[in-house]
């Protein structure tokens, strides 16, 4: 019986993409934790974080870190194919993935740049701080399917079975 020892990338290519999501999910938890309740807490005032010329933009680093992350997810995903508990593991874990990016991309990310152009204000704004303490609880809810994602990934490396298509 061949099993997936006889696959080493495919283990290999799983345990990178976990490894991958980790840190994504490090950079959420710092990001989540710490940025988050201060931007949001007084807004527009409390939006100083973003104001020019020394203002917080993670816009560059986002697009890297979820770049690679979802280019090793992919690859990963490509060589456990045959691994066939895997890929009914992987394939709506992939999907899922990608419906949070999408999420991320029509909502989150159009409204922090919403957020990052407005002028600095002392005057605090109700309609403005609902909006943003929306943004805030809807990506606790993001980052923790992150979280979810990453962890039922891990059930992946227990799987060893024949190649079996």
Known sequence: ?????????????????????????????????????????????????????????????????????????????????????????????????IAVRIWTLTYFAPLITEFQQLPYSDTLDINLQEKAAQWRNLNYVRVAIFFALNFLLIFGLKIREENNG
């Open 1 to 97: 019986m061949r099993n997936t020892y006889q696959y080493p990338k495919a283990t290999q290519w799983l345990f990178y993409s976990i490894c991958a999501y980790f840190i994504m999910n490090g950079a959420q938890l710092w990001e989540t934790a710490i940025m988050v309740p201060a931007w949001t807490a007084a807004p527009p005032s409390s939006f100083i974080f973003f104001q020019n010329p020394y203002g917080l933009d993670f816009k560059m680093f986002w697009i890297i870190i979820h770049g690679i992350h979802e280019t090793v997810f992919i690859t990963a995903f490509i060589f456990n194919w045959r691994i066939k508990n895997r890929r009914k593991l992987m394939l709506p874990l992939l999907v899922a993935h």
